[in-house]
């Protein structure tokens, strides 16, 4: 899929961003009126229960209306997240596979060279891991080639 193949979701992301902006703004608000009026209640401007519903109220709508901001920058929150991680994964399977890369990821070793600096000497009768030609101990479990 690239990218002329994806739906334009411009009209999706202002909406979001409109209706996010003014449900945050209107919970906010209303949660804050309504902490006052809990707090500075003399008893006879209102009955106290439209107060707490407000207080109670007020903050789930601001919570719904930052979901609808954050869902609106999701696009964009991933690609920067994508753009800060992927060297030092790339890096990391480099250096934990010794340049063999995990699935691809962080590959740093060309085949053709490879063969080229494999060992030739020879194997281990203990463990089996080939050594270079000239070594008088084995690299894997350090017993003698001898």
């Known amino acids: 899929m690239t990218t002329n193949d994806l739906p334009d979701t411009t009209r999706t992301r202002v909406g979001l961003r409109v209706v996010g902006a003014l449900l945050l703004l209107g919970g906010g608000a209303t949660f804050a009126w309504g902490i006052t009026t809990v707090f500075t209640y003399d008893g006879y401007d ?34 920067y997240v994508a ?6 994964l790339k890096q990391s399977a480099a250096y934990l596979t010794d340049g063999e890369g995990i699935m691809g990821v962080g590959r740093t070793v060309d085949d053709r060279e490879r063969g080229t600096s494999a060992a030739g000497g020879p194997y281990c009768r203990s463990c089996g891991v080939r050594n270079d030609e000239d070594a008088r101990f084995c690299d894997g479990c350090g017993s003698s080639l001898a």
């Open 46 to 79: 209102m009955p106290p229960g439209l107060a707490i519903l407000a207080f109670l109220g007020g903050m789930p709508v601001a919570v719904v209306g930052l979901g609808m901001l954050n869902a609106s920058t999701i696009g964009a929150q991933s690609r």
């Open 83 to 88: 753009g800060e991680t992927m060297p030092t």
